[in-house]
């Protein structure tokens, strides 16, 4: 009775995913060879220009010098990606993620592994935010198994990184969050939130686990879903918890140019 009160309650969150600061080793576990391939590369390129070390081989070093540090980083995130890849298949070889509602106990082997993936997929994705490139969150977002397409607008969101779905050219707005997992009274709920296609998330809005968004369909400005709430096709929802206020008709959305 207990698991199914919480499972499918109202209410939207009585607390996020829970960091264990004790994991913070994985993180030294994926940095430390990750810095192999750019110490490697900054080796071999002053073992390249020992030799013009004079006041004139200085002045095309420091010309090209932004260059070198944007190579020697690129150089640190690919590896990065590559080793926190190598390390979720470990993790999922072990133990499969999948969706329920389980005790939030580090003996409990579901939670375990999720803290586990969730810390080296967050701090990954951290790092990420510091690209102005769109496509620079999507990239390890598709690695961690998110089903995500290029054409997928984020201005400044938050996505958990894990049992989430996304259609074809939604767009979330800025501070909104598409959740899968949270804390409940002292369980840790994980179900998977689907985002159809052309769906508009408005800023400052939080999509809660379970949640199906159908196709075309706008969820307002500051408002959040139910656990488990469906949102109808081609419909505007708003309020806390949303609720549907209109239908979109289907002239005003064939006759739209931007809809295709």
Known sequence: MLKERI?????????????????????????????????????????IIYPYQNIFGLIPFLLYFPLLIIILFS??????????????????LIHDPKEGLFKMSLRNSDYLFYVLRNNIKNFVLEIFDYFPLPWAKILPMKLFNITIPNSTGMLDSYIDNEFIIFG??????????????????????????????RVTIGAYTTVSPGTIVEPETIL?????????????RRSIYVGRPAHKIEKIENDSINNNPNIK
């Open 7 to 47: 499972m499918y309650r109202d209410n939207l969150i009585i607390g996020n995913n829970v960091k264990e600061k004790k994991f913070f080793i994985l993180k030294i576990m994926i940095i430390w060879p990750s810095l192999y391939l750019p110490i490697i590369l900054f080796l071999f390129h002053f073992e």
């Open 75 to 92: 150089a640190f995130i690919l590896s990065l990606l590559f080793f926190t890849k190598c390390f979720l298949l470990l993790f999922n």
């Open 168 to 197: 074809k050219e939604s767009i979330l707005g800025e501070g909104s969050m598409v959740l899968s997992s949270t804390i409940i009274n002292g369980y840790l709920l994980i179900k998977k939130t689907i985002i159809g296609d």
């Open 220 to 232: 307002g400005m500051g408002s959040y879903t139910k656990i488990n709430q469906k949102l109808e």
